[in-house]
Protein backbone atom coordinates (compact mmCIF):
# COMPACT_ATOMS: atom_id res chain seq x y z
CA UNK A 1 0.00 0.00 0.00
CA UNK A 2 1.28 3.60 -0.88
CA UNK A 3 -0.80 6.55 0.87
CA UNK A 4 -3.81 5.93 2.59
CA UNK A 5 -5.58 8.63 4.08
CA UNK A 6 -9.16 8.55 6.38
CA UNK A 7 -11.53 11.20 7.02
CA UNK A 8 -8.93 13.96 7.34
CA UNK A 9 -10.46 17.04 8.05
CA UNK A 10 -8.92 20.52 8.57
CA UNK A 11 -10.37 23.76 9.69
CA UNK A 12 -8.37 27.24 8.91
CA UNK A 13 -10.01 29.80 11.03
CA UNK A 14 -13.87 29.43 9.56
CA UNK A 15 -12.84 27.97 6.61
CA UNK A 16 -13.27 24.09 6.05
CA UNK A 17 -10.20 23.38 3.65
CA UNK A 18 -10.11 19.72 4.10
CA UNK A 19 -13.78 18.15 4.67
CA UNK A 20 -13.65 14.66 5.26
CA UNK A 21 -11.53 13.49 3.02
CA UNK A 22 -10.24 9.46 2.28
CA UNK A 23 -8.92 8.01 -0.56
CA UNK A 24 -5.83 5.90 -1.43
CA UNK A 25 -2.77 5.90 -3.39
CA UNK A 26 -1.88 2.30 -4.46
CA UNK A 27 1.79 1.48 -3.75
CA UNK A 28 3.92 2.58 -7.38
CA UNK A 29 1.15 4.90 -8.81
CA UNK A 30 1.44 7.79 -10.14
CA UNK A 31 -1.48 10.16 -8.91
CA UNK A 32 -3.05 13.14 -9.36
CA UNK A 33 -5.20 15.50 -6.85
CA UNK A 34 -6.97 17.70 -9.34
CA UNK A 35 -9.24 20.64 -8.27
CA UNK A 36 -9.72 24.48 -8.31
CA UNK A 37 -7.81 26.84 -5.94
CA UNK A 38 -9.16 26.57 -2.57
CA UNK A 39 -10.57 22.78 -3.21
CA UNK A 40 -8.23 22.22 -0.05
CA UNK A 41 -5.80 20.05 -2.50
CA UNK A 42 -2.13 21.47 -0.96
CA UNK A 43 -3.77 21.11 2.40
CA UNK A 44 -3.86 17.87 2.18
CA UNK A 45 -0.76 17.02 0.38
CA UNK A 46 0.73 19.33 3.47
CA UNK A 47 -1.02 17.03 5.98
CA UNK A 48 0.54 13.64 4.16
CA UNK A 49 4.17 15.11 4.59
CA UNK A 50 3.17 16.22 7.65
CA UNK A 51 4.12 20.23 7.03
CA UNK A 52 0.44 20.56 8.64
CA UNK A 53 -1.25 18.50 11.21
CA UNK A 54 -4.58 17.39 10.50
CA UNK A 55 -7.48 18.61 12.68
CA UNK A 56 -9.34 15.06 12.60
CA UNK A 57 -8.37 11.82 10.27
CA UNK A 58 -5.47 9.48 10.01
CA UNK A 59 -2.58 9.38 7.80
CA UNK A 60 -0.51 5.88 6.55
CA UNK A 61 2.12 5.48 4.76
CA UNK A 62 3.36 2.52 3.56
CA UNK A 63 1.11 0.60 5.66
CA UNK A 64 2.64 2.14 8.60
CA UNK A 65 0.28 4.56 10.80
CA UNK A 66 1.87 8.16 10.48
CA UNK A 67 -0.71 10.49 11.99
CA UNK A 68 1.41 11.57 14.95
CA UNK A 69 5.34 10.66 13.04
CA UNK A 70 7.11 14.36 12.83
CA UNK A 71 7.60 15.47 9.25
CA UNK A 72 11.51 14.67 9.67
CA UNK A 73 11.01 11.07 10.26
CA UNK A 74 7.89 10.39 7.87
CA UNK A 75 10.27 9.49 4.89
CA UNK A 76 8.54 11.73 1.88
CA UNK A 77 10.31 13.34 -0.54
CA UNK A 78 8.56 17.06 -1.02
CA UNK A 79 8.73 19.51 -4.20
CA UNK A 80 7.78 22.63 -3.91
CA UNK A 81 6.20 24.82 -6.56
CA UNK A 82 8.61 27.44 -6.51
CA UNK A 83 11.57 25.08 -5.37
CA UNK A 84 12.28 25.83 -2.63
CA UNK A 85 16.13 25.24 -2.91
CA UNK A 86 18.82 26.16 -0.40
CA UNK A 87 20.37 29.16 -2.63
CA UNK A 88 23.62 29.85 -0.29
CA UNK A 89 24.18 26.56 -1.18
CA UNK A 90 25.39 24.58 -4.70
CA UNK A 91 23.10 22.17 -6.58
CA UNK A 92 25.69 19.37 -5.00
CA UNK A 93 25.39 20.77 -1.52
CA UNK A 94 21.69 21.36 -1.81
CA UNK A 95 21.14 17.48 -2.90
CA UNK A 96 23.47 15.99 -0.21
CA UNK A 97 21.38 17.89 2.36
CA UNK A 98 18.73 14.65 2.72
CA UNK A 99 22.00 12.25 2.61
CA UNK A 100 24.16 14.13 5.44
CA UNK A 101 21.08 13.82 7.58
CA UNK A 102 20.63 10.08 7.16
CA UNK A 103 21.63 7.89 10.44
CA UNK A 104 23.84 6.31 10.08
CA UNK A 105 25.37 9.05 8.30
CA UNK A 106 26.74 7.47 4.67
CA UNK A 107 30.49 8.46 4.58
CA UNK A 108 31.66 11.29 1.94
CA UNK A 109 31.85 8.84 -1.23
CA UNK A 110 28.59 7.20 -1.19
CA UNK A 111 27.28 10.91 -0.71
CA UNK A 112 29.33 11.60 -3.71
CA UNK A 113 28.01 8.99 -5.67
CA UNK A 114 24.51 9.10 -4.96
CA UNK A 115 25.04 13.01 -5.44
CA UNK A 116 26.22 12.09 -9.38
CA UNK A 117 24.11 9.45 -9.52
CA UNK A 118 20.68 11.94 -9.55
CA UNK A 119 22.33 14.58 -11.18
CA UNK A 120 22.52 12.42 -13.81
CA UNK A 121 19.10 11.35 -13.74
CA UNK A 122 18.13 15.09 -13.94
CA UNK A 123 20.63 15.84 -16.56
CA UNK A 124 22.75 18.16 -14.78
CA UNK A 125 25.91 16.86 -14.14
CA UNK A 126 27.22 19.42 -15.17
CA UNK A 127 26.14 22.40 -13.03
CA UNK A 128 26.60 20.80 -9.36
CA UNK A 129 28.88 23.32 -8.35
CA UNK A 130 26.49 26.02 -9.33
CA UNK A 131 24.47 28.30 -7.17
CA UNK A 132 20.47 27.92 -7.89
CA UNK A 133 20.45 31.32 -9.30
CA UNK A 134 22.31 30.48 -11.46
CA UNK A 135 20.08 27.80 -13.29
CA UNK A 136 16.72 28.17 -15.05
CA UNK A 137 13.34 27.64 -13.30
CA UNK A 138 12.96 24.17 -15.28
CA UNK A 139 16.16 23.56 -14.58
CA UNK A 140 15.79 24.06 -10.67
CA UNK A 141 12.62 22.42 -10.38
CA UNK A 142 14.86 19.40 -11.84
CA UNK A 143 17.12 19.92 -8.84
CA UNK A 144 14.43 20.33 -6.23
CA UNK A 145 13.01 16.82 -7.31
CA UNK A 146 16.93 15.31 -7.29
CA UNK A 147 17.36 16.85 -3.56
CA UNK A 148 14.01 14.93 -2.74
CA UNK A 149 14.57 11.69 -4.17
CA UNK A 150 18.46 11.27 -2.71
CA UNK A 151 17.09 10.21 0.60
CA UNK A 152 15.22 7.39 -1.31
CA UNK A 153 11.71 8.56 0.14
CA UNK A 154 9.28 6.25 0.88
CA UNK A 155 6.32 8.35 -0.64
CA UNK A 156 7.28 11.62 -3.51
CA UNK A 157 4.97 14.41 -2.81
CA UNK A 158 4.56 17.09 -5.85
CA UNK A 159 2.96 20.80 -4.79
CA UNK A 160 2.01 22.12 -8.07
CA UNK A 161 5.32 21.21 -9.79
CA UNK A 162 5.24 22.95 -12.75
CA UNK A 163 2.84 25.45 -11.76
CA UNK A 164 5.76 28.56 -12.22
CA UNK A 165 7.07 27.13 -15.50
CA UNK A 166 6.11 28.56 -18.93
CA UNK A 167 4.26 26.16 -20.91
CA UNK A 168 7.16 24.64 -23.16
CA UNK A 169 9.15 23.47 -20.13
CA UNK A 170 6.24 22.55 -18.05
CA UNK A 171 5.36 20.28 -21.53
CA UNK A 172 8.80 18.87 -21.36
CA UNK A 173 8.79 18.43 -17.64
CA UNK A 174 5.83 16.51 -17.40
CA UNK A 175 6.81 13.97 -19.79
CA UNK A 176 10.13 13.96 -18.38
CA UNK A 177 8.14 12.84 -14.80
CA UNK A 178 6.18 10.18 -16.53
CA UNK A 179 9.08 8.53 -17.82
CA UNK A 180 11.14 9.03 -14.45
CA UNK A 181 8.16 7.38 -12.79
CA UNK A 182 8.01 4.76 -15.32
CA UNK A 183 11.37 3.40 -14.33
CA UNK A 184 11.45 3.73 -10.77
CA UNK A 185 7.43 2.89 -10.14
CA UNK A 186 7.89 5.15 -6.99
CA UNK A 187 4.39 6.30 -5.30
CA UNK A 188 3.85 9.53 -5.97
CA UNK A 189 1.46 11.88 -5.41
CA UNK A 190 1.00 15.64 -7.27
CA UNK A 191 -1.09 18.52 -6.86
CA UNK A 192 -2.61 20.40 -10.13
CA UNK A 193 -5.03 22.64 -10.63
CA UNK A 194 -4.55 21.69 -14.83
CA UNK A 195 -6.85 19.54 -15.82
CA UNK A 196 -4.52 18.64 -19.01
CA UNK A 197 -1.72 18.18 -16.62
CA UNK A 198 -3.62 15.63 -14.67
CA UNK A 199 -4.99 13.48 -17.32
CA UNK A 200 -1.54 13.64 -19.07
CA UNK A 201 0.87 12.49 -16.40
CA UNK A 202 -1.62 10.56 -14.04
CA UNK A 203 -2.39 6.79 -13.68
CA UNK A 204 -5.33 7.85 -11.69
CA UNK A 205 -7.26 11.18 -10.66
CA UNK A 206 -8.39 12.73 -7.52
CA UNK A 207 -11.06 15.10 -8.14
CA UNK A 208 -11.28 17.54 -5.14
CA UNK A 209 -14.06 20.58 -4.54
CA UNK A 210 -14.62 22.29 -1.74
CA UNK A 211 -12.34 20.06 0.52
CA UNK A 212 -14.22 16.85 -0.72
CA UNK A 213 -13.35 14.16 -3.07
CA UNK A 214 -15.79 14.23 -5.79
CA UNK A 215 -14.44 11.26 -7.57
CA UNK A 216 -11.61 9.57 -7.95
CA UNK A 217 -10.53 7.55 -11.35
CA UNK A 218 -8.39 6.52 -14.33
CA UNK A 219 -8.64 9.85 -16.36
CA UNK A 220 -10.61 8.37 -19.42
CA UNK A 221 -12.94 7.48 -17.25
CA UNK A 222 -13.93 10.39 -15.08
CA UNK A 223 -13.95 12.06 -18.30
CA UNK A 224 -16.43 9.08 -19.83
CA UNK A 225 -18.50 8.45 -16.58
CA UNK A 226 -18.22 11.68 -14.34
CA UNK A 227 -20.22 11.18 -11.21
CA UNK A 228 -21.32 14.82 -10.42
CA UNK A 229 -21.83 18.09 -12.04
CA UNK A 230 -18.66 19.51 -10.60
CA UNK A 231 -16.58 16.95 -12.15
CA UNK A 232 -18.51 17.50 -15.71
CA UNK A 233 -17.85 21.21 -15.33
CA UNK A 234 -14.13 20.70 -14.40
CA UNK A 235 -13.22 18.00 -17.07
CA UNK A 236 -13.28 20.12 -20.49
CA UNK A 237 -16.20 22.21 -21.60
CA UNK A 238 -19.44 21.24 -21.24
CA UNK A 239 -23.29 22.64 -22.82
CA UNK A 240 -25.59 22.89 -19.49
CA UNK A 241 -29.10 22.78 -20.71
CA UNK A 242 -32.26 22.71 -18.48
CA UNK A 243 -34.63 19.89 -18.99
CA UNK A 244 -37.35 21.87 -19.84
CA UNK A 245 -35.39 23.94 -22.81
CA UNK A 246 -34.32 20.06 -24.19
CA UNK A 247 -37.95 18.94 -23.92
CA UNK A 248 -39.59 21.83 -25.14
CA UNK A 249 -37.55 21.74 -28.29
CA UNK A 250 -38.58 18.35 -29.14
CA UNK A 251 -41.98 19.80 -29.69
CA UNK A 252 -40.49 22.10 -31.94
CA UNK A 253 -39.27 19.82 -33.97
CA UNK A 254 -42.72 18.24 -34.43
CA UNK A 255 -40.99 14.78 -35.28
CA UNK A 256 -39.30 12.49 -33.46
CA UNK A 257 -39.25 14.04 -29.83
CA UNK A 258 -36.12 13.23 -27.29
CA UNK A 259 -37.61 10.40 -25.01
CA UNK A 260 -36.21 10.89 -21.89
CA UNK A 261 -37.29 9.48 -19.58
CA UNK A 262 -36.82 11.33 -16.62
CA UNK A 263 -37.98 10.50 -12.94
CA UNK A 264 -39.71 13.07 -10.95
CA UNK A 265 -39.91 16.66 -12.24
CA UNK A 266 -38.94 18.74 -9.15
CA UNK A 267 -35.75 20.02 -8.19
CA UNK A 268 -33.03 21.99 -10.42
CA UNK A 269 -32.03 18.54 -12.94
CA UNK A 270 -29.32 19.69 -16.00
CA UNK A 271 -28.70 17.88 -19.21
CA UNK A 272 -24.63 18.05 -19.87
CA UNK A 273 -23.50 17.80 -23.72
CA UNK A 274 -19.95 18.08 -24.38
CA UNK A 275 -19.61 20.22 -27.56
CA UNK A 276 -18.12 16.80 -29.73
CA UNK A 277 -21.08 14.56 -28.33
CA UNK A 278 -23.41 16.61 -30.72
CA UNK A 279 -23.84 16.39 -34.44
CA UNK A 280 -24.71 19.07 -37.15
CA UNK A 281 -27.07 18.22 -40.06
CA UNK A 282 -28.40 20.29 -43.13
CA UNK A 283 -31.19 18.37 -43.06
CA UNK A 284 -33.71 16.29 -40.79
CA UNK A 285 -33.41 12.44 -41.05
CA UNK A 286 -36.14 11.48 -38.37
CA UNK A 287 -33.97 11.31 -35.80
CA UNK A 288 -34.90 13.34 -32.51
CA UNK A 289 -33.17 16.84 -33.11
CA UNK A 290 -33.25 20.35 -32.48
CA UNK A 291 -33.37 23.17 -35.00
CA UNK A 292 -30.63 26.08 -34.63
CA UNK A 293 -28.64 28.81 -36.12
CA UNK A 294 -25.16 29.24 -36.64
CA UNK A 295 -24.20 32.25 -34.38
CA UNK A 296 -20.29 31.78 -34.94
CA UNK A 297 -17.99 29.01 -36.88
CA UNK A 298 -14.15 28.98 -35.50
CA UNK A 299 -11.99 27.76 -37.61
CA UNK A 300 -8.96 25.53 -35.25
CA UNK A 301 -6.77 23.37 -37.24
CA UNK A 302 -7.88 20.05 -37.53
CA UNK A 303 -11.24 20.71 -35.89
CA UNK A 304 -14.09 23.70 -36.14
CA UNK A 305 -16.11 25.16 -32.90
CA UNK A 306 -18.90 26.63 -33.69
CA UNK A 307 -21.49 28.37 -31.65
CA UNK A 308 -25.19 27.38 -32.15
CA UNK A 309 -28.67 29.12 -31.02
CA UNK A 310 -31.39 26.87 -30.46
CA UNK A 311 -34.66 28.71 -30.92
CA UNK A 312 -35.64 29.42 -26.97
CA UNK A 313 -32.33 31.27 -27.63
CA UNK A 314 -30.00 29.06 -25.56
CA UNK A 315 -26.78 29.07 -26.55
CA UNK A 316 -24.67 26.07 -27.05
CA UNK A 317 -21.25 24.79 -28.53
CA UNK A 318 -20.33 22.28 -31.12
CA UNK A 319 -16.33 20.65 -31.55
CA UNK A 320 -16.93 19.41 -35.32
CA UNK A 321 -13.93 18.15 -37.59
CA UNK A 322 -12.75 20.36 -39.92
CA UNK A 323 -13.36 17.24 -42.41
CA UNK A 324 -16.82 16.88 -41.45
CA UNK A 325 -17.84 21.21 -41.86
CA UNK A 326 -16.44 21.57 -44.90
CA UNK A 327 -18.64 18.28 -46.16
CA UNK A 328 -21.63 20.42 -44.79
CA UNK A 329 -20.48 23.57 -46.50
CA UNK A 330 -21.47 25.94 -43.31
CA UNK A 331 -21.16 28.83 -42.54
CA UNK A 332 -22.24 31.92 -40.18
CA UNK A 333 -25.99 32.28 -40.21
CA UNK A 334 -26.78 29.10 -41.77
CA UNK A 335 -29.70 26.98 -40.36
CA UNK A 336 -29.00 23.47 -39.24
CA UNK A 337 -30.33 20.38 -37.19
CA UNK A 338 -28.37 19.48 -34.01
CA UNK A 339 -28.24 15.89 -32.81
CA UNK A 340 -27.34 15.01 -28.94
CA UNK A 341 -25.21 11.79 -29.44
CA UNK A 342 -24.38 11.29 -25.75
CA UNK A 343 -26.32 13.38 -22.59
CA UNK A 344 -25.95 13.43 -18.53
CA UNK A 345 -28.65 14.01 -16.74
CA UNK A 346 -28.09 15.20 -13.49
CA UNK A 347 -30.26 15.25 -10.42
CA UNK A 348 -29.32 18.08 -7.81
CA UNK A 349 -30.32 16.53 -4.83
CA UNK A 350 -28.09 13.21 -4.78
CA UNK A 351 -26.13 14.38 -7.25
CA UNK A 352 -26.64 10.76 -9.36
CA UNK A 353 -26.30 10.73 -13.31
CA UNK A 354 -28.16 8.90 -15.66
CA UNK A 355 -26.45 8.29 -18.83
CA UNK A 356 -28.57 8.48 -22.29
CA UNK A 357 -26.98 7.09 -25.31
CA UNK A 358 -28.55 8.26 -28.50
CA UNK B 1 20.25 63.75 -21.30
CA UNK B 2 18.04 62.32 -19.26
CA UNK B 3 17.90 58.32 -18.70
CA UNK B 4 14.53 57.52 -19.01
CA UNK B 5 10.94 59.56 -20.24
CA UNK B 6 10.26 62.76 -21.37
CA UNK B 7 13.56 64.65 -22.44
CA UNK B 8 14.32 67.64 -20.25
CA UNK B 9 15.31 70.77 -21.10
CA UNK B 10 19.52 70.59 -20.59
CA UNK B 11 20.10 73.77 -19.11
CA UNK B 12 17.34 72.99 -16.35
CA UNK B 13 18.89 69.28 -15.74
CA UNK B 14 22.45 70.08 -15.73
CA UNK B 15 21.91 72.79 -13.37
CA UNK B 16 19.92 70.38 -10.95
CA UNK B 17 22.81 68.55 -11.15
CA UNK B 18 25.57 70.69 -10.73
CA UNK B 19 23.41 71.94 -8.20
CA UNK B 20 23.08 69.08 -6.02
CA UNK B 21 26.93 68.17 -6.48
CA UNK B 22 28.21 71.23 -5.29
CA UNK B 23 25.77 70.96 -1.77
CA UNK B 24 27.11 67.47 -1.58
CA UNK B 25 30.34 69.09 -1.70
CA UNK B 26 29.69 71.56 0.58
CA UNK B 27 28.28 70.16 3.16
CA UNK B 28 29.94 66.80 3.27
CA UNK B 29 33.22 66.63 1.97
CA UNK B 30 34.48 70.40 2.70
CA UNK B 31 34.70 69.77 6.58
CA UNK B 32 36.17 65.97 5.66
CA UNK B 33 38.92 67.68 4.00
CA UNK B 34 39.27 70.56 6.66
CA UNK B 35 39.43 68.24 9.03
CA UNK B 36 41.74 65.95 7.55
CA UNK B 37 44.27 68.66 6.31
CA UNK B 38 44.68 70.18 10.17
CA UNK B 39 45.37 66.93 11.43
CA UNK B 40 47.94 65.78 8.70
CA UNK B 41 49.38 69.54 8.50
CA UNK B 42 52.13 69.27 11.69
CA UNK B 43 53.37 66.17 9.95
CA UNK B 44 53.18 62.01 10.40
CA UNK B 45 55.12 62.16 12.99
CA UNK B 46 53.41 64.65 15.30
CA UNK B 47 50.12 62.76 14.22
CA UNK B 48 51.61 59.70 15.49
CA UNK B 49 52.75 60.81 18.70
CA UNK B 50 49.57 62.22 19.21
CA UNK B 51 47.75 58.36 18.71
CA UNK B 52 50.34 56.71 20.74
CA UNK B 53 49.75 59.22 23.53
CA UNK B 54 48.71 57.06 26.13
CA UNK B 55 45.64 58.82 27.22
CA UNK B 56 44.63 58.82 23.18
CA UNK B 57 45.38 55.02 22.65
CA UNK B 58 43.27 54.02 25.84
CA UNK B 59 40.43 56.03 24.61
CA UNK B 60 40.17 54.78 20.92
CA UNK B 61 40.86 51.18 22.57
CA UNK B 62 38.05 52.10 25.01
CA UNK B 63 35.44 53.11 22.12
CA UNK B 64 36.48 49.73 20.29
CA UNK B 65 36.21 47.43 22.87
CA UNK B 66 32.46 48.58 24.49
CA UNK B 67 31.89 48.87 20.67
CA UNK B 68 32.85 45.17 20.11
CA UNK B 69 30.81 44.40 22.87
CA UNK B 70 27.66 45.89 22.36
CA UNK B 71 27.58 44.30 18.54
CA UNK B 72 28.35 40.93 19.74
CA UNK B 73 25.60 41.12 22.52
CA UNK B 74 22.99 43.31 20.11
CA UNK B 75 23.54 40.19 16.79
CA UNK B 76 21.70 38.17 19.23
CA UNK B 77 19.12 39.75 20.89
CA UNK B 78 18.42 42.01 17.98
CA UNK B 79 18.19 38.79 15.34
CA UNK B 80 16.56 36.84 18.46
CA UNK B 81 13.89 39.93 18.68
CA UNK B 82 13.17 40.80 14.75
CA UNK B 83 12.59 36.33 15.12
CA UNK B 84 10.02 36.77 18.03
CA UNK B 85 8.38 40.01 15.69
CA UNK B 86 8.00 38.08 12.56
CA UNK B 87 7.68 34.69 13.74
CA UNK B 88 5.26 34.82 16.82
CA UNK B 89 1.93 36.60 16.90
CA UNK B 90 1.05 37.55 20.74
CA UNK B 91 -1.07 40.10 22.00
CA UNK B 92 0.64 43.61 22.29
CA UNK B 93 2.67 42.49 19.04
CA UNK B 94 2.39 46.34 16.98
CA UNK B 95 2.82 47.82 20.66
CA UNK B 96 6.42 46.21 20.94
CA UNK B 97 7.10 47.31 17.06
CA UNK B 98 6.52 50.40 17.56
CA UNK B 99 8.56 50.94 20.52
CA UNK B 100 11.41 49.03 18.93
CA UNK B 101 12.27 52.55 17.18
CA UNK B 102 11.88 54.18 20.74
CA UNK B 103 15.93 54.49 20.99
CA UNK B 104 16.05 56.97 17.60
CA UNK B 105 13.43 59.35 19.16
CA UNK B 106 15.63 59.90 22.84
CA UNK B 107 18.03 62.43 22.94
CA UNK B 108 21.05 60.91 23.32
CA UNK B 109 21.93 62.95 26.94
CA UNK B 110 18.14 61.37 27.99
CA UNK B 111 19.32 57.90 27.55
CA UNK B 112 22.12 58.96 29.91
CA UNK B 113 20.18 60.48 32.44
CA UNK B 114 17.73 57.59 32.55
CA UNK B 115 20.13 55.38 32.75
CA UNK B 116 21.57 56.91 36.00
CA UNK B 117 18.81 57.67 37.52
CA UNK B 118 17.76 53.77 36.91
CA UNK B 119 21.38 52.01 37.70
CA UNK B 120 23.12 55.21 39.85
CA UNK B 121 24.32 54.97 43.34
CA UNK B 122 21.81 57.62 44.41
CA UNK B 123 18.98 54.81 43.08
CA UNK B 124 17.93 51.75 44.91
CA UNK B 125 18.65 49.30 42.48
CA UNK B 126 22.37 51.07 41.75
CA UNK B 127 22.95 50.62 45.53
CA UNK B 128 22.34 47.06 45.60
CA UNK B 129 24.34 46.55 43.01
CA UNK B 130 27.42 49.02 43.92
CA UNK B 131 27.34 46.77 47.40
CA UNK B 132 27.50 43.27 45.82
CA UNK B 133 30.09 44.72 43.50
CA UNK B 134 28.24 45.15 40.13
CA UNK B 135 28.37 48.91 40.50
CA UNK B 136 27.43 49.76 36.74
CA UNK B 137 27.18 53.41 35.95
CA UNK B 138 30.86 55.29 35.81
CA UNK B 139 32.06 51.99 34.74
CA UNK B 140 32.70 50.25 31.68
CA UNK B 141 29.28 48.68 31.63
CA UNK B 142 27.68 51.46 31.94
CA UNK B 143 29.25 52.55 28.82
CA UNK B 144 28.20 49.21 26.49
CA UNK B 145 24.67 49.65 28.67
CA UNK B 146 24.27 53.18 27.03
CA UNK B 147 26.00 52.20 23.73
CA UNK B 148 23.37 48.99 23.86
CA UNK B 149 20.43 50.86 24.20
CA UNK B 150 21.35 53.96 21.45
CA UNK B 151 21.71 51.29 19.38
CA UNK B 152 18.91 48.77 19.77
CA UNK B 153 16.68 48.87 16.55
CA UNK B 154 20.00 48.54 13.94
CA UNK B 155 19.86 44.82 13.70
CA UNK B 156 16.00 44.38 14.58
CA UNK B 157 15.30 46.89 11.54
CA UNK B 158 17.92 45.57 9.44
CA UNK B 159 17.44 41.45 9.99
CA UNK B 160 12.93 41.79 10.28
CA UNK B 161 12.45 42.37 6.61
CA UNK B 162 14.33 39.66 5.23
CA UNK B 163 13.19 37.64 8.02
CA UNK B 164 9.70 38.69 6.58
CA UNK B 165 10.03 37.87 3.59
CA UNK B 166 12.06 35.14 3.81
CA UNK B 167 10.42 31.74 1.84
CA UNK B 168 9.41 29.50 4.28
CA UNK B 169 9.33 26.15 1.48
CA UNK B 170 12.94 26.47 2.14
CA UNK B 171 13.06 25.53 5.73
CA UNK B 172 9.91 23.17 5.04
CA UNK B 173 12.03 21.53 2.63
CA UNK B 174 14.79 21.01 5.13
CA UNK B 175 12.19 19.65 7.67
CA UNK B 176 11.09 16.73 4.71
CA UNK B 177 14.78 15.89 4.41
CA UNK B 178 15.18 15.22 8.20
CA UNK B 179 16.75 18.45 9.66
CA UNK B 180 15.50 19.29 12.98
CA UNK B 181 14.52 22.49 14.03
CA UNK B 182 18.42 23.14 15.39
CA UNK B 183 19.93 22.23 12.28
CA UNK B 184 17.08 23.96 9.91
CA UNK B 185 18.07 27.23 11.90
CA UNK B 186 21.97 26.78 11.23
CA UNK B 187 21.84 25.68 8.05
CA UNK B 188 19.02 26.73 6.03
CA UNK B 189 17.77 30.16 8.35
CA UNK B 190 20.81 31.40 9.64
CA UNK B 191 22.67 31.88 6.26
CA UNK B 192 19.58 33.86 4.69
CA UNK B 193 20.17 36.26 7.72
CA UNK B 194 23.59 36.19 7.50
CA UNK B 195 23.92 39.29 5.73
CA UNK B 196 21.51 41.62 7.31
CA UNK B 197 22.82 40.63 11.02
CA UNK B 198 26.14 41.68 9.44
CA UNK B 199 24.81 44.80 7.97
CA UNK B 200 22.69 45.69 11.33
CA UNK B 201 25.65 45.10 13.34
CA UNK B 202 28.05 47.06 11.34
CA UNK B 203 25.90 49.83 11.23
CA UNK B 204 25.66 49.79 15.05
CA UNK B 205 29.27 49.52 15.35
CA UNK B 206 29.85 52.67 13.46
CA UNK B 207 26.90 54.35 15.39
CA UNK B 208 28.69 53.38 18.54
CA UNK B 209 32.30 55.01 17.98
CA UNK B 210 30.78 58.37 17.95
CA UNK B 211 28.35 58.16 20.94
CA UNK B 212 28.78 60.85 23.20
CA UNK B 213 26.00 62.57 24.15
CA UNK B 214 24.39 59.15 26.71
CA UNK B 215 28.26 58.02 27.14
CA UNK B 216 29.27 61.20 28.86
CA UNK B 217 26.41 60.88 31.29
CA UNK B 218 27.21 57.41 32.58
CA UNK B 219 30.95 56.95 31.95
CA UNK B 220 32.28 59.19 34.45
CA UNK B 221 35.24 60.35 32.38
CA UNK B 222 37.76 58.81 34.32
CA UNK B 223 41.00 59.20 31.66
CA UNK B 224 43.09 55.63 31.50
CA UNK B 225 39.52 54.28 32.97
CA UNK B 226 35.85 55.59 31.03
CA UNK B 227 37.06 58.60 28.88
CA UNK B 228 36.09 56.95 25.35
CA UNK B 229 37.15 58.26 21.83
CA UNK B 230 34.86 61.33 21.68
CA UNK B 231 35.04 61.95 25.23
CA UNK B 232 38.78 62.23 24.76
CA UNK B 233 38.39 64.68 21.72
CA UNK B 234 35.73 66.92 23.81
CA UNK B 235 38.28 66.99 26.71
CA UNK B 236 41.68 67.71 24.45
CA UNK B 237 39.02 70.68 22.78
CA UNK B 238 38.47 72.32 26.10
CA UNK B 239 42.31 72.01 26.95
CA UNK B 240 43.31 73.80 23.60
CA UNK B 241 44.94 70.66 22.36
CA UNK B 242 43.12 70.70 19.01
CA UNK B 243 45.16 68.30 16.66
CA UNK B 244 45.10 65.75 19.74
CA UNK B 245 41.61 66.01 19.46
CA UNK B 246 41.50 66.31 15.38
CA UNK B 247 44.20 62.77 15.46
CA UNK B 248 41.32 60.74 17.30
CA UNK B 249 38.49 62.39 14.96
CA UNK B 250 40.40 61.46 11.87
CA UNK B 251 41.38 57.25 13.36
CA UNK B 252 37.15 57.27 14.15
CA UNK B 253 36.12 58.68 11.03
CA UNK B 254 38.38 56.77 9.19
CA UNK B 255 37.13 53.11 10.88
CA UNK B 256 33.13 54.15 10.43
CA UNK B 257 34.10 55.39 6.23
CA UNK B 258 35.90 52.08 5.97
CA UNK B 259 32.61 50.05 7.27
CA UNK B 260 30.79 52.00 5.40
CA UNK B 261 32.54 51.23 1.92
CA UNK B 262 32.89 47.57 2.91
CA UNK B 263 29.04 47.59 3.51
CA UNK B 264 28.57 49.02 0.37
CA UNK B 265 30.89 46.27 -1.16
CA UNK B 266 29.67 43.59 0.53
CA UNK B 267 25.91 44.10 -0.82
CA UNK B 268 26.35 45.07 -4.38
CA UNK B 269 28.38 41.88 -4.43
CA UNK B 270 25.25 39.65 -2.86
CA UNK B 271 23.01 41.52 -5.07
CA UNK B 272 25.45 39.87 -7.59
CA UNK B 273 25.42 36.48 -6.66
CA UNK B 274 21.40 36.51 -6.38
CA UNK B 275 20.84 37.85 -9.61
CA UNK B 276 18.80 40.75 -8.11
Not at chain 1, 136 to 141: D, F, I, K, N, V
Not at chain 1, 223 to 247: H, I, K
Not at chain 1, 320 to 349: I, N
Not at chain 2, 100 to 114: C, E, N, S, Y
Request: some cysteine.
Amino acid sequence: MGILVRNLTKKYGDFQAVNGVTFEVPAGQLVALLGPSGSGKSSILRIIAGLELADTGSVELTGEDATHVPVQRRGVGFVFQHYALFRHMTIRENVAFGLELRRPKPNKDEIRARVDELLGLVQLMGHAERYPSQLSGGQRQRVALARALAPKPKVLLLDEPFGALDAKVRDELRAWLRRLHDEDHMTTLFVTHDQQEAFEVADQVIVLNHGKVEQMGPPQWLYERPATPFVTEFLGSVNVLNVETVLTMDQHGDEVPLSLDLPGSEGGRAVYVRPHDLEVQRHRDGRPCWPARIRRLTPLGGLARLVLTLHDGTDIQVQLTRQRCLELSLAQGDDVFVLPKDLKVFHQPGNFVENYMI
Amino acid sequence: MSRHGIPHNSWTSLSIRTGSLLYLAVMVILPLVALGVQAAEPGPWAFWNEFTNPFAWHALKLTFTTALAMVAINAITGTATAWVLVRYDFPGKGFMNALIDLPFAVPTVVTGIMLVALYGPTSTLGAIMGQSGFAVIYQVPGIILALLFVTYPFVIRSVQPVLYEMDRAEEEAAATLGADDWTIFWRVTLPTLWPAIVTGSALSFSRALGEFGSVVMVAGNRPLATKTGPMYIFGEIESGNRHGAMVVSVVLLTCSLGILIVLNRLQRRGDESHGR
